[in-house]
């Protein structure tokens, strides 16, 4: 069993930047790829990106290159992602997720993913 916390989400303002954070804990936490997903209110759940947690992969989502990075500190079972250049349309809440590595985690499939976070609240002001 893998438990995902994120934190990091608040208020700020177009144009800032936030960088969250997702601590992940539980056996074989350390062999999951993770990947951030955002929901925004009535849509549906987004992917943003994913780190493949033994090997340095990253892919994005095609909106989100350039003003997003995610990142790892495997000491601290960590991973970031920081966030640039904020609009409005980035609001919602961030969850982050794990799952062995595969086709669909890469590519940014829900179905992929076993574990996920409670989520944090990113809201962007214009």
């Known amino acids: 069993q893998v438990q995902l916390v994120e934190s990091g989400g608040g208020l700020v303002q177009a144009g800032d930047s936030l960088k969250l954070s997702c601590v992940a804990s539980?056996?074989?936490?350390?062999?999951?790829?993770v990947g951030w997903f955002r929901q925004a209110p009535g849509k549906q759940r987004e992917f943003v990106a994913v780190?493949?947690?033994?090997?340095?992969?990253?892919h994005y989502a095609d909106s989100m290159k350039g003003r997003f990075t995610i990142s790892r500190d495997n000491a601290k079972n960590t991973v970031y992602l920081q966030m640039n250049s904020l609009n409005p349309e980035d609001t919602g809440v961030y969850y982050c997720?794990?799952?062995?590595?595969?086709?669909?985690?890469?590519?940014?499939?829900?179905?992929?993913?076993?574990?996920w976070g409670q989520g944090t609240q990113v809201t962007v002001s214009s």
């Open positions: 997720a794990a799952g062995v590595f595969s086709r669909a985690v890469a590519s940014g499939q829900p179905r992929g993913y076993d574990y």
């Open positions: 539980g056996r074989g936490s350390s062999s999951y790829a």
């Open positions: 780190i493949n947690w033994r090997v340095s992969m990253t």
